[in-house]
């Protein structure tokens, strides 16, 4: 006997899906709701909880520097002053060069100034420090400023070595009787800018590795130049 035929306005009943609660063996590669969560937990919660304490870390690492530097640059300031004000009670400002030290300085008539650094000792880092400081202004105001660093007798060794670990060309010149006078044995390291006519028109400590000593300074240096 032959099916009856459906009616062409009656639907075609469709097959029911398999009911099942376990979809993760329906579609293996779907992920669902638990294991976002298991993901979440092991994996991106742990990785915010990371990012966070770095972060902080390095916020206070910021601020601890800071406040290193200002309260560095506090004691170097006041530190400066002092020796600044002992300079002016022992200066020598006005004193022919020649009568403290008997270095030769070329004639060049495109040097407008000469300046001087006094190094008691290599083994001073800030003094090393400033040396190294004095190249970077040697190679910016060379053609100018006619730039030496005056130490006892050290040996060309001793020189060589200096020059060669800091990178400096300008000339180290061994006077250990300027370095005896009493003004300049008190202290480890100090700057002179003498004029064309060999006249001290300045004496300053070192800055210490200071920017803003140093670029204090550079404003200084300029106002001798013409």
């Not at 306005?9 to 979809?23: L, N, T």
């Not at 294991?35 to 206070?60: A, C, D, H, M, Q």
């Not at 300049?184 to 003498?194: A, E, G, H, P, T």
Request: glycine residues 4%; positive net charge.
């Amino acid at each position: 006997m032959p099916a009856p035929r459906l009616s062409p306005g009656r639907p075609r009943p469709i097959p029911s899906w398999p009911r099942s609660r376990d979809f993760a063996n329906i579609f293996p590669r779907r992920d669902t709701s638990e294991e976002r969560y298991s993901f979440s937990r092991k994996v991106v919660f742990p990785l915010s909880i990371y990012i966070v304490v770095f972060l902080i870390l390095t916020l206070f690492t910021f601020i601890g520097r800071r406040s290193y530097e200002g309260k560095y640059i506090s004691a170097v300031t006041e530190e400066r002053n002092q020796i600044v004000k002992e300079l002016m009670d022992l200066s020598l400002i006005g004193t022919d060069i020649k009568t403290i030290s008997n270095i030769e300085f070329p004639i060049n008539p495109d040097i407008e100034i000469i300046m001087m650094l006094t190094l008691q000792s290599l083994d001073c880092r800030s003094c090393a420090a400033e040396a190294a400081y004095l190249e970077y202004l040697n190679d910016k105001y060379g053609r100018k400023i006619f730039i030496c660093a005056v130490v006892r007798k050290i040996g060309k060794k001793a020189i060589d070595n200096i020059r060669s670990e800091y990178s400096i060309t300008y000339p180290f010149v061994e006077d250990p009787v300027m370095l005896g006078y009493k003004i300049f044995s008190r202290y480890k390291s100090l700057i002179i800018i003498v004029s064309k006519d060999r006249k001290i028109m300045r004496m300053d400590p070192i800055d210490f590795n200071v920017k803003k000593i140093q670029d204090e300074y550079e404003s200084v240096l300029l106002s001798y130049l013409k």
